[in-house]
């Protein structure tokens, strides 16, 4: 009788990543909630990207997810937003910290060397795609309680392959 068995370990590893990351956030999420910035950064420009959600191209396939968002200040003083499906898992989690001030382009980077910290991945059920090989955030509209603008990315996951997010927009309501 032949057995064939794929690698279990590499895969195990990953979809335990990528549920340690999405545990972390909702805690996270959860925990700091009831926080929230009293800032009264605003903007003037009124434009709606799309409505309360979030939406991208990723690998060519249109992908809309629900939304969640949260602007903290204090100590945490950040910018936290993602885009998730349930079925099939698809997750696409967003932070600036510490957090922007008003409308820009910020590149998605890894260092603090800028003066923040902007990151992102694409979550799915076997893989995380984490490491940012380009891309770059665009805020359009920011205060109180509304984020909205445009992203786009390319990222590796931890086993080699590459995913490609483009046309990506987001209209968030801040807690």
């Not at 939304?67 to 993602?82: D, M, S």
């Amino acid at each position: 009788m032949l057995v064939i068995r794929r690698p279990t370990n590499q895969l195990t590893n990953d979809m335990r990543q990528v549920l340690q990351s999405a545990v972390v956030l909702l805690v996270v999420a959860v925990i700091l909630g009831g926080c929230r910035s009293d800032s009264t950064s605003s903007n003037s420009n009124n434009n709606t990207t799309v409505s309360s959600g979030m939406t991208a191209t990723i690998n060519g396939k249109s992908w809309s997810g629900q939304v969640v968002g949260f602007r903290h200040a204090g100590p945490l003083n950040n910018l936290q937003f993602e885009g998730w499906v349930t079925t099939p898992f698809q997750q696409i989690p967003i932070g600036v910290s510490p957090t922007i001030k008003g409308p820009g382009t910020y590149p998605f980077v890894t260092n603090q060397s800028a003066g923040y910290v902007a990151s992102v991945s694409y979550n799915i059920t076997t893989a995380s795609y984490s490491q940012i090989i380009d891309g770059s955030l665009t805020i359009t509209v920011l205060t109180a309680t509304n984020v909205q603008g445009t992203f786009q990315f390319r990222a590796i996951s931890g086993m080699g392959d590459t995913v490609v997010v483009t046309n990506g927009q987001f209209n968030v309501p801040l807690s």
